[in-house]
């Protein structure tokens, strides 16, 4: 059984930094990717960033040169450094786990977390 435990949401201030964890415990197998996705107050949820088993990433247009998302595959964690905030980054962020469904007939299977609050307020 795998558990993803998110830390770091906090209130903070316009042009302030934060710096998200996300650790993964159990047995992860076929890992894809993990990332960051992050749910307003009466909007859709939406992807913020990507990292591949690879190391490849991706962010969404409004976070790019912003945040940077990385991660220690020793520790199973994956981390996102948020700089420069804006109050349209408050959000709950959640972290996610992709994996392979299974190895015979592909697919691919989700783990999320429970979320961490970030609020950039003055």
């Known amino acids: 059984q795998v558990q993803l435990v998110e830390s770091g949401g906090a209130l903070v201030q316009p042009g302030g930094s934060l710096r998200l964890s996300c650790v993964a415990s159990?047995?992860?197998?076929?890992?894809?990717?993990m990332g960051w996705y992050r749910q307003a107050p009466g909007k859709e949820r939406e992807l913020v960033a990507t990292i591949t088993s690879g190391g490849g990433t991706n962010y969404v247009e409004s976070v790019k040169g912003r945040f940077t998302i990385s991660r220690d595959n020793a520790k199973n964690t994956v981390y996102l450094e948020m700089n420069s905030l804006k109050p349209e980054d408050t959000a709950v962020y959640y972290c996610?786990?992709?994996?392979?469904?299974?190895?015979?007939?592909?697919?691919?299977?989700?783990?999320w977390g429970q979320g961490t609050q970030v609020t950039v307020s003055s």
């Open positions: 996610n786990v992709r994996t392979l469904l299974t190895r015979q007939y592909g697919g691919t299977y989700d783990y």
């Open positions: 159990g047995s992860i197998f076929g890992l894809i990717a």
